[in-house]
């Protein structure tokens, strides 16, 4: 069975701190995808970032920043110079590609920006 | 922004009722999904769906039925609706490009079972 754990629950920063989102993943699979979502006060799922199996090269989108290694079965989420719109909950999720995509999720960060 | 909708928004309604969500999409996606979201749980599969009547048991399946008849709804009921399913339903899109998969998520369904 796949597993998604984020051990930290919650996280509160100042703003312009950076923050880091842990997420370690179980799979018996060689071919699957991360991702992370953004779900912010109002409720929806902001689709953030997928990454494939194949692919450890890491990326950086403007403040955010990716750390995947399957070494130690881990893809961290990092927001660099926190801002107050960062406020939400951040999923971790594993996708089952033999199995129609569908999504393991971990139980959330909420994230806390205070200004 | 992905085309899903999902219908009703909010919903209230009494232990024993049943109760239908309705998900509907115009991206002619082969794959939809049923999550349900509560508190410590991240968001759960419920059931999900590869193609028109072709649907199957996902994490949390007890208790609800899903229908498709085609492409673009995707339906979920509640046979009898008791308190432990008050939660967030989200339905998701999802098709492959090659290599690639994409997942999008509606706008999620407030049920609160009484």
């Known amino acids: 069975a796949q597993k998604v754990t984020q051990a930290q629950t919650e996280i509160s920063v100042v703003e312009k701190e950076d923050v880091t989102l842990d997420c370690v993943y179980e799979?018996?699979?060689?071919?699957?995808?991360l991702f992370w979502y953004k779900q912010p006060p109002s409720g929806e799922l902001v689709f953030l970032i997928r990454?494939?199996?194949?692919?450890?090269q890491n990326e950086i989108s403007g403040r955010y920043s990716w750390n995947f290694q399957k070494s130690t079965s881990s893809f961290n989420f990092t927001i660099t110079a926190s801002q107050v719109v960062d406020s939400a909950v951040y999923f971790c999720?594993?996708?089952?590609?033999?199995?129609?995509?569908?999504?393991?999720f971990g139980g959330g960060t909420r994230v806390l920006v205070k200004p | 922004d992905a085309g899903i909708t999902q219908s009703p928004r909010h919903k209230v309604t009494e232990t024993g009722t049943p109760v239908t969500l309705r998900c509907h999409q115009t991206?002619?996606?082969?794959?939809m999904y049923w999550y349900r979201q509560d508190p410590g749980h991240g968001l759960r599969l419920i059931h999900y769906?590869?193609?028109?009547?072709?649907?199957d048991k996902g994490e949390v399946s007890d208790g609800y039925s899903v229908s498709r008849s085609k492409t673009e709804d995707f339906l979920l009921t509640l046979e009898s609706a008791t308190s432990s399913q008050t939660s967030v339903y989200f339905c998701?899109?999802?098709?492959?490009?090659?290599?690639?998969?994409?997942?999008?998520f509606g706008p999620g369904t407030r049920l609160t079972v009484l």
């Open positions: 998701a899109i999802s098709e492959s490009s090659g290599r690639q998969w994409e997942q999008f």
């Open positions: 990454r494939n199996s194949f692919d450890e």
């Open positions: 769906s590869y193609g028109v009547k072709d649907t």
């Open positions: 799979t018996r699979d060689t071919t699957y995808y």
């Open positions: 999720a594993l996708s089952e590609v033999a199995a129609g995509n569908k999504l393991t």
């Open positions: 991206e002619n996606h082969r794959y």
